[in-house]
């Protein structure tokens, strides 16, 4: 069966530094990928998808993520971490040919002023 | 604005007591979809429903019920079954179920059993 691994449940960086959330899927035939941001006590919102159109996706608030076939990776990265980026992030794949979306156990991202 | 609904926000349940709860969305999505957050365990499916009238057991489904009756409207049913309900639980819909879509979320509502 599908699966998503994020690896490190906690991720703590200083404030202009680089975020590096990691996420690895594990299908020969590569899924679609997605990475949501969640604020504490509300829901899920998307911050990019990548849909095989293009290696690097951008997304919203400055966070890209490139897809790795050889790696089957989909890293977030952020050039300048912010107070603001302060929340856990899910990365979540579809299986090609299906269409429930499977979601890792997520990270937790806090910045150091 | 279109978007998810959920209430409500913070929900306490004595053992033995069946609760519902709501999710409404106005954005003429066809899916609909029930997770429960846990920490450190991400989101876990319940239910989901691809048309008005049908829905789909998930990953965890023991001990909860759902409906729908309307299109725009999916309700959780937390029985009395359910041994350990107290989750953060999150209502999500797409806009149909045949293509890769990125799922939206409602602000989601907090269980805690007493």
């Known amino acids: 069966a599908q699966s998503v691994t994020q690896l490190g449940s906690h991720v703590s960086v200083s404030e202009g530094a680089l975020v590096l959330l990691r996420c690895n899927y594990s299908s020969s035939v590569p899924p679609y990928l997605f990475w949501y941001v969640q604020y504490p006590n509300q829901g899920l919102q998307l911050l990019l998808k990548?849909?095989?159109?293009?290696?690097l996706v951008k997304g919203i608030n400055g966070f890209e993520a490139e897809f790795k076939k050889s790696e089957t990776s989909f890293h977030l990265t952020k050039p300048s971490a912010h107070m603001s980026d302060a929340a856990e992030y899910f990365c979540?794949?579809?299986?090609?040919?299906?269409?429930?979306?499977?979601f890792g156990a997520g990270t937790r991202l806090f910045v150091k002023a | 604005d279109g978007g998810i609904t959920q209430s409500p926000k913070y929900l306490f349940r004595k053992e033995g007591q069946n609760v519902t709860l709501s999710c409404e969305q106005n954005l003429n999505h066809d899916a609909m979809y029930w997770y429960r957050q846990d920490p450190g365990q991400g989101l876990r499916l319940i239910y989901y429903s691809q048309i008005v009238n049908d829905f789909q057991k998930g990953d965890i489904a023991e001990g909860y019920s759902v409906s729908r009756e309307k299109k725009e409207s999916f309700p959780l049913t937390v029985t009395s079954a359910q041994k350990n309900p107290t989750a953060f639980y999150l209502c999500?819909?797409?806009?149909?179920?045949?293509?890769?879509?990125?799922?939206?979320f409602g602000p989601g509502t907090r269980l805690t059993v007493l």
């Open positions: 990548y849909t095989s159109a293009a290696t």
């Open positions: 979540a794949v579809i299986p090609t040919g299906g269409f429930k979306t499977i």
């Open positions: 999500a819909s797409t806009p149909d179920r045949g293509t890769y879509n990125e799922q939206f």
